[in-house]
């Protein structure tokens, strides 16, 4: 399985941007995907999740602001991140979860400029 995150980059706060993850090497729409993120030392929390069923899951500090979306056909799973502020900085990691094996991308670099 590989996971291939893209669309991180320098934004003002305020303002949006949308990272994308393309899979491969996996049945993609049997199971959970979604996206993580890690600030400069902080551990690796949850942001968003997207089941097989298209059920969605949120952490609390971006619900509203970002949306999680998947594309089975095209094996992506997408994050649309808007009115973003400087606590959105981080390195925002696609996972993919099966059991009993869990996939990370390799990470796309998000920073909010105040």
């Known amino acids: 399985v590989q996971l291939q995150a893209s669309g991180g980059g320098l934004v003002q706060a305020g303002g949006s941007l949308r990272l994308s993850c393309a899979a491969s090497g996996v049945r993609f729409s049997l199971n959970t995907a979604g996206w993580y993120r890690q600030a400069p030392g902080e551990q690796r929390d949850m942001v968003a999740l997207?089941?097989?069923?298209?059920?969605?899951y949120y952490t609390d500090s971006v619900k509203g602001r970002f949306t999680i979306s998947r594309d089975d056909a095209l094996n992506m799973v997408l994050l649309q991140m808007d009115n973003l502020n400087v606590n959105d900085t981080a390195v925002y990691y696609c996972?993919?979860?099966?059991?009993?094996?869990?996939?990370w991308g390799q990470g796309t670099l998000v920073t909010v400029s105040s």
């Open positions: 997207i089941t097989s069923g298209r059920s969605t």
């Open positions: 996972y993919y979860g099966t059991r009993p094996l869990d996939y």
